[in-house]
């Protein structure tokens, strides 16, 4: 079982900035496609963001675009999701998870999840 954990999630103003972290543990990410989602109350998941293995192609919910911005260090075995310019409705559980399908950033085809990740944007 691939084991993933995301963090760097919590409580920001609007217009604020968070960066997240998703980081495996027990196998090495080199080989995944990873994407984030998010899922707001009471709303489906979501997809956010994905990145290609070697990081040379990403994608972005059109939410996003130019907000958001995904990186990968295969070093250090992680992932980040950097959030700028936060508004209200990015409100929600941000998770991350792997994929061996490639180019494709819809979540039935992740297969690994973590926990996810409280991010709370309100004034």
């Known amino acids: 079982q691939l084991q993933l954990v995301e963090s760097g999630g919590g409580l920001v103003q609007p217009g604020g900035s968070l960066r997240l972290s998703c980081a495996a543990s027990?196998?090495?990410?080199?080989?995944?496609?990873i994407g984030w989602f998010r899922q707001a109350p009471g709303k489906e998941r979501e997809g956010v963001s994905c990145?290609?293995?070697?990081?040379?192609?990403?994608m972005y919910a059109d939410s996003v675009k130019g907000r958001f911005t995904i990186s990968r260090d295969n070093a250090k075995n992680t992932v980040y999701l950097q959030m700028n310019s936060l508004k209200p409705e990015d409100t929600g559980v941000y998770y991350c998870?792997?994929?061996?399908?490639?180019?494709?950033?819809?979540?039935?085809?992740?297969?690994?999840w973590g926990p996810g990740t409280q991010v709370t944007v309100s004034s």
């Open positions: 998870a792997t994929s061996q399908v490639l180019g494709l950033c819809v979540s039935r085809f992740f297969t690994s």
């Open positions: 027990a196998f090495t990410l080199d080989y995944y496609t």
């Open positions: 990145i290609s293995i070697r990081g040379s192609s990403t």
